[in-house]
């Protein structure tokens, strides 16, 4: 059998007391412990949202920075090729140049030489880089003819003397006629016969008798489908009525860079 201590009073209140103190404590520690844990959850989420944030932003980082280096690349490619773009540009320019520079040389040259010419139905110009010299019908062929007069092989003659100092030139020789029927001339069919055959008489003459390169030379015959003056006038059909030579310089070296 076990004794019983009988406590007095004031023991007993003392031990109520601390009983009552430890209970208080205890719960003041559960309540303390259920804010830590519920911070320690909340500080683990904000934890969690934080190192996801970081993560798309380090991804977008280097995804702008792998795109920079890129364009940064690109950027770099493109100012090499518009600085070569540019140094051919500036080329053709100058070729240009030189060539518009010969073109007008080349027509002072011929309009000297062939000026006692210009009375008789001669004119020199330029058109889309090229020199025309174009000669009446009557300057040089008798009517209806493809035979070259002596008047007209002495201006073609004129003509040479330049065109044989120029290697660096083309010649086109281009026959026109007016859009009257042609009659009676035997065998010329039609104006194309007639402008083909006015055209290749002056390319003989020039090839055979002023002996320019025949390569240089190209004959062709424009009929009536290309007239200079649309009336239906006697002085529009004469001035229709014309051979084209066609001056072309030479550009081996534009074509040469522009194919490069």
């Known amino acids: 059998m076990h004794s019983c201590v009988v406590l007095s009073p004031k023991k007993y209140k003392t031990l109520v007391a601390q009983r009552d103190s430890l209970q208080s404590r205890t719960n003041n520690l559960e309540a303390e412990l259920a804010r830590l844990q519920s911070d320690t959850a909340r500080l683990h989420r904000e934890m969690t949202e934080l ?3 970081y993560n798309t932003l380090n991804g977008s980082y280097n995804a702008l920075n792998s795109e920079n280096k890129a364009n940064s690349s690109r950027l ?3 100012s090499g090729d518009l600085q070569q773009r ?3 540009l500036q080329e053709v320019e100058d070729i240009l140049r030189k060539r518009d520079a010969a073109t007008n040389a080349l027509k002072d040259k011929l309009q000297k030489a062939l000026l006692g010419f210009q009375q008789s139905g001669l004119s020199v110009d330029i058109r889309n880089g090229k020199v025309y010299v174009s ?5 040089l062929f008798p009517s209806g003819s493809i035979v070259i007069d002596e008047h007209g092989k002495e201006a073609l003659k004129q ?7 120029e290697s660096d030139i083309n010649l086109s020789v281009e026959g026109h006629t007016d859009n009257q029927r042609v009659v009676n001339l035997g065998q010329i069919k039609d104006n194309w016969d007639l402008s083909v055959l ?3 008489s002056v390319t003989r003459y020039l090839t055979e008798v002023e002996k ?3 390569q240089r030379i190209t004959a ?11 009336a239906s006038t006697p002085e529009a059909r004469a001035r229709n009525r014309r051979i084209e030579i066609v001056l072309t310089p030479k550009l081996d070296e534009l074509y040469n860079l522009i194919t490069k």
């Open 86 to 88: 540019e140094a051919r």
């Open 51 to 53: 190192q996801r944030n």
């Open 76 to 78: 770099t490619k493109l």
């Open 212 to 214: 320019i390169d025949p």
């Open 159 to 165: 003509l040479a003397a330049v065109l044989n100092k």
């Open 220 to 230: 062709t015959g424009k009929g009536q489908y290309q007239p200079i003056d649309p």
């Open 198 to 200: 006015r055209a290749t």
């Open 135 to 139: 000669l009446t019908d009557k300057l």
